[in-house]
């Protein structure tokens, strides 16, 4: 059963436009525990509630332009992965990918 699920779920989603969102709101809520997001919730949390202490519209306010920026930040780089086609996945069979991503991991941990 779940098996069939599963394996069919790629036409559920084709044919239901309300589906392929709902799966992609699932799966963003999904990422949102992700234990790389974890540091980040002390300092917006701390962010916003210093800001917004003045009133709770303005906590309101922050929350929203917070989540909206990174909604858009994410739609912009998803829209460009998927206009440029095939681009990403013949960088990563470089090795001067893998060069330049390794000494950009270490110059960012100096």
Same mark, same amino acid.
């Not at 309300?18 to 699932?26: D, E, N, P, S, V």
């Not at 992700?34 to 929350?63: D, E, M, N």
């Given at each position: 059963?779940?098996?069939? $699920?599963? &394996?069919?779920?790629?036409?559920?989603?084709? &044919?239901?436009?309300?589906?392929?969102?709902? @799966? @992609?709101? +699932?799966?963003?809520?999904?990422?949102?525990? !992700?234990?790389? !997001?974890?540091? $980040?919730?002390?300092? !917006?949390?701390?962010f916003i509630g210093a800001q &917004?202490?003045?009133?709770?519209?303005? =906590?309101?306010?922050?929350?929203? %332009?917070?989540?909206?920026?990174? @909604?858009?930040?994410?739609?912009?780089?998803? @829209?460009?992965?998927?206009?440029? =086609?095939?681009?990403?996945g013949q960088m990563q069979t470089?090795?001067? !990918?893998? %060069? +330049? #991503?390794?000494? $950009?991991?270490?110059? #960012?941990?100096?």
């Amino acid at each position: 059963m779940i098996e069939n $699920l599963i &394996g069919n779920l790629h036409l559920y989603i084709e &044919g239901s436009i309300g589906l392929a969102f709902l @799966a @992609a709101y +699932i799966g963003g809520v999904v990422v949102g525990f !992700t234990p790389c !997001t974890y540091p $980040l919730i002390p300092v !917006t949390v701390g962010f916003i509630g210093a800001q &917004g202490s003045a009133s709770k519209l303005r =906590g309101f306010s922050l929350s929203v %332009f917070y989540v909206s920026g990174l @909604a858009v930040t994410y739609s912009i780089m998803g @829209a460009v992965a998927v206009l440029s =086609g095939r681009l990403f996945g013949q960088m990563q069979t470089t090795p001067w !990918t893998y %060069f +330049i #991503m390794a000494n $950009l991991c270490i110059l #960012m941990g100096l």
